[in-house]
């Protein structure tokens, strides 16, 4: 992707964010505070996530700055962009649940101690698991019904560091999200 | 299991300043003892990043360096400053209320430092919806703090505050599911996914409801369940 071509989705990023009316981003709130809910977090939260996620993307349209860049289809219409945040703020909400140990001698260990990889990753391989996951998860919630949506927020928060699916609502949620990601991983043209 | 002969308290204290605008010290100290060691941990504010976020709980911080025992948390709530590493001191007390015998209740603890830590409430201008939960919960400070519903499903979030204080801890969420002949199902607990002392007041309420979340409501919160809930959330949202 050249800079130029950055240039005009930056552009036209911005001017999808200057669409959001307040009523949006209730909308966008309230979309929040219902994923924190179903995840047990406080739903008190939903405002600041959606903050978040709005900064993210701020920060995204400067060059050289961490952030979230949305693809050309993420901006088409207003609706793809209001669901693009909505995958941004799921995103938001997944990290929260994460989970990071340290022990009382000041070494941090791993995180999702349970389920990590034996002997870790090397750091080419940890690039294109991340890469993968950037890949794999919007797609998965643009395919997914809603029901499997919290399913797919906690894979996203340990799929670099586990390869199960946590089990969350009904346990055959997690073969659904599994039969999703094959399919979404075929499109892709496999597994590199 | 360890038994505290003392604590865990939260006692005024003097702490310089650390050279980063984004942590203050809080002038405060969370202190406990076991039979072999006395514990003293200095605390910390963290400013929020955004002006318009509120603090809370998770905002209140120690350092790394003085961690007493092994600890999980998000890594959302971890800041790494120039000076050192800083943890919630939410988990802290959560782990130390787990590892040991405290006979100190957790609301005792909670009351103490919300009446010391200005945390506003965290609904904001929200009200809480009180008188729904039967007295035992009331009376102990339990209340429903919001309510969603996602097509089928509802959630209702409980809090716990003080007497008298403003600041609502988040105590853990269930969730009723609607049969095909459209009544309630009696409810089931939303796995927490954070740690923290939401936990230990959860567990508190689990006790209570004797398994199902429905035994926690009384009579006007069981007509507020099958009636009164609002339809919106992910209801209104369209993929």
Redesign the interface.
Known sequence: MNQSFNRELAALCQMRLTEITDADSA?LT??A????????????YG??VT??AF?AVLEGLEIRRHGRRPRLQDIESKSAFQ?YM?GVISSTIG??????????E?LQWD?NIHTMVPGGRSPTVEAVMRNLQEELFPRLR?RAP?RLLPTIAAWESVFLYSDRIPA?GQRKYVREVQKLAQEVITDLGGLQ | MRKLIFGPFFVSSCAPALCCSEIVPLSLQLEWADPETAVSIPLFLRRPRISTFRVRLEYVLFELSRLPFDVECSPSQIVEIASGTFLPMDALLKELYTNYKVDRPIFASLAEMASLVPLPNPKGHKSVLSQLLVPDAENRGFLVTEVGRDRDRIYVEFGWRSVGQEYVFYAGTCAFDHASDGKLDSGHWIPHGAIGVAQLLSADLRRMARGTPYRLFNSGGRIFLKEGTKPIHLAAISF
């Not at chain 1, 505070?33 to 008190?44: D, F, I, K, P, T």
């Open positions: 909308a309230q979309f505070e219902c994923r924190l809910m179903a995840v047990g977090v406080a739903s008190s405002e600041d903050q978040r900064q669901n909505r990290v929260m649940t994460r989970k990071r140990g340290f022990r009382s000041h995180d643009a809603r969350i």
